[in-house]
């Protein structure tokens, strides 16, 4: 078990590192809303850039969430049709809670499209909702390293390491996750207990 929570640890490291507390329910994983918006045409990168800029700066939640939706679009922009159509059978199978399916047609979606951010985003998912710790850490490492502004990843990275009561880990991850996009729901709640748990009380 050591040894196992020694690499989930190290993992969680080298995934921070790419660019009583509240135990986080897995309904708290941040994950897509269910409609999405077209995804914009152009340099998907500067649009990117754009809109991360624009999250920061959002006045209100209503208009974080438009913006959110429009990252969210450009991420599961897979410019693939063949993946596109196995991205909905995923959403199928896990609607009708068959986890295993959803997973091997997303190990078909990775393998064919390694690139694809949302691929490892939500497999890393379905491993979490399983307790499968060790291979959700290795996707959300994989999502890291090809989209470190991905506060879906960085907050479930947050919750893993809180899982395994990595508190200081988790508030990184969190703190991470905020810097990205300061309109998180629960997130900041996460962030307020585990500072008081690992930093201590202010005066």
């Not at 490492?141 to 502004?149: C, D």
């Amino acid at each position: 078990m050591r040894t196992r929570l020694a690499l989930l640890v190290a993992a969680a490291v080298t995934a921070l590192t790419v660019s009583g507390p509240v135990r986080a329910e897995p309904g708290s994983w941040v994950d897509a809303p269910d409609k999405l918006p077209k995804a914009a045409r152009g340099d998907r990168l500067k649009n990117l850039d754009f809109l991360f800029e624009a999250l920061k700066a959002a006045p209100d939640a209503d208009a974080a969430k438009l913006v959110e939706g429009r990252i969210w679009a450009l991420w599961f922009a897979s410019g693939s049709d063949t993946t596109d159509l196995l991205m909905g059978r995923v959403k199928t199978a896990a609607d009708a809670k068959d986890m295993k399916l959803a997973i091997e047609l997303l190990d078909a979606i990775v393998a064919l499209r390694p690139e694809y951010v949302e691929g490892w985003n939500r497999r890393a998912t379905l491993h979490f909702l399983n307790k499968d710790y060790a291979n959700a850490l290795a996707d959300l490492q994989q999502v890291l390293a090809r989209e470190p502004r991905h506060f879906g990843a960085l907050s479930g990275l947050g919750i893993i390491m809180q899982e395994f009561d990595q508190d200081k880990l988790a508030l990184q991850a969190f703190r991470r996750a905020l810097d990205v996009n300061p309109h998180l729901q629960k997130v900041p709640d996460y962030v307020k207990t585990l500072t008081e748990k690992v930093e201590g009380r202010g005066i």
